[in-house]
């Protein structure tokens, strides 16, 4: 029994890692309002930039650290030719807001209550974020968030933007 468990757990691993291997993929479109300014926001308002998007919860345990680390690495790396937009998923926006107000960020947060904007993204977990380049194109995915993890994503993000610098 064990062994066709390993055997389906491998399959499911080798499709998703072949899923991966086609290479980029178009981020799917998606505008909404800024939680913060109330403004709508549109994922080609940032055209021409790296992104990165964070789909995030306000009762979601490794949000509460990665929110403030990606706040962190984004003044770090810089808004020139980058930026972050987080997706808040709570069912009521009110929550999203009072987790902002505890913990506020410098970039856009998005309301996207009815899954709107994560299911085309096919968001089953939190945090799951996104890294999009300068023409649109999902080239990471990343499930998850623990301390150092926003080591590994600036280093990411800044090979992208030098390897996308000297084209």
């Avoid at 930026?83 to 926006?93: L, P, S």
Wanted: net charge negative; charged share 20%; glycine share 10%.
């Amino acid at each position: 029994m064990h062994s066709k468990l390993l055997i389906t757990l491998g399959l499911a691993l080798l499709l998703v890692e072949t899923a991966f291997a086609r290479g980029p993929e178009p981020a799917p479109p998606f505008s909404g309002i800024n939680l913060n300014s109330g403004q709508q926001v549109s994922l080609d308002d940032y055209r021409g930039k790296v992104v990165f998007l964070d789909f995030w919860a306000s009762w979601c345990p490794p949000c509460l650290a990665s929110l403030p680390a990606y706040d962190q690495m984004r003044q770090e790396i810089g808004t020139g030719e980058f930026e972050i937009i987080a997706i808040n998923v709570d069912e009521d926006t009110a929550d999203g807001l009072e987790f902002l107000t505890k913990h506020p960020v410098s970039y856009q947060v998005l309301a996207g209550p009815e899954g709107q904007i994560g299911i085309p993204y096919k968001i089953r977990s939190l945090p799951r974020s996104f890294l999009v380049d300068r023409n649109g194109q999902i080239i990471a995915s990343h499930r998850g968030f623990k301390e150092g993890d926003e080591n590994k994503l600036k280093a990411e993000i800044t090979g992208l933007l030098n390897e996308m610098g000297s084209e």
